[in-house]
């Protein structure tokens, strides 16, 4: 069974563009979350999406946004990048029900420049 | 809302040492709590996910405790090796399917 799959790994933007990010949850899955995670900090919600719809936002202004697709991949889009938005960005998948878990990607690498 | 604790935020120890870590959280109306294992600069690797109808799972080395009604858990992992060096979070899954984290303890196994 394929993981959670997000892309690019890596991400070199400069500051005041906009960066794309990418995820693929586990077949089944139709929960997707993002996080992100500051050199030397803790994990920070993002944003979390059900079913296509957002389900819930992080204190993140609103250049943060995003969307879910009908097959339930999603993508983060960073808008007027900042030098502090250099980050890892993880996003997760889960199964609404409550007894399942987490299942994390690997993460993208964002460095704004 | 829920508030998820960590602690100690770093350990270090020698190789072979037994270590509890320790998680703690103030809503006890979850659905279930999970460990996870993170290297530097990676993503998040789920240890144990441990139900709230469960007291404790195992897994090599690992075995987790929860106790919900106290609002806490343990990771216990047994003589530590110098690969177990990482930061160990865990996260709990709130009854509105929010998961929560906690800020992590950083672990480093001494050879």
């Known amino acids: 069974e394929a993981g959670v799959t997000q892309s690019p790994t890596h991400l070199i933007k400069t500051r005041g563009q906009q960066a794309t990010l990418r995820c693929s949850p586990i077949?089944?899955?139709?929960?997707v979350y993002w996080y992100q995670q500051a050199l030397g900090l803790g994990l920070q919600f993002l944003l979390w999406?059900?079913?296509?719809?957002?389900?819930n936002r992080g204190n993140f202004p609103p250049r943060f946004s995003g969307r879910q697709f009908p097959n339930y991949s999603s993508e983060l889009n960073v808008n007027a990048l900042e030098l502090e938005d250099s980050a890892l960005y993880l996003c997760?998948?889960?199964?609404?029900?409550?007894?399942?878990?987490?299942?994390f990607g690997s993460g993208t690498r964002l460095t704004v420049v | 809302k829920q508030e998820v604790t960590q602690i100690p935020a770093a350990l270090s120890v020698p190789e072979g040492e037994n270590l509890v870590l320790n998680c703690s959280f103030t809503?006890?109306?979850?659905?279930?709590l999970q460990w996870f294992r993170q290297d530097p600069g990676k993503g998040l690797t789920s240890l144990l996910l441990?139900?709230?109808?469960?007291r404790e799972q195992t897994s090599g080395r690992l075995n987790a405790s929860l106790d919900k009604s106290s609002g806490r858990s343990t990771l216990y992992i047994a003589a530590s090796q110098p690969g177990d060096s990482a930061t160990y979070l865990c996260?709990?899954?709130?009854?509105?399917?929010?998961?929560?984290f906690g800020t992590g303890t950083s672990l480093t196994v001494i050879p």
């Open positions: 077949s089944g899955h139709t929960s």
């Open positions: 997760a998948s889960s199964s609404p029900p409550g007894f399942y878990g987490y299942t």
């Open positions: 999406y059900d079913e296509g719809e957002e389900r």
């Open positions: 809503d006890s109306a979850i659905y279930n």
């Open positions: 441990i139900q709230s109808s469960q």
């Open positions: 996260a709990v899954r709130g009854t509105g399917n929010q998961f929560y």
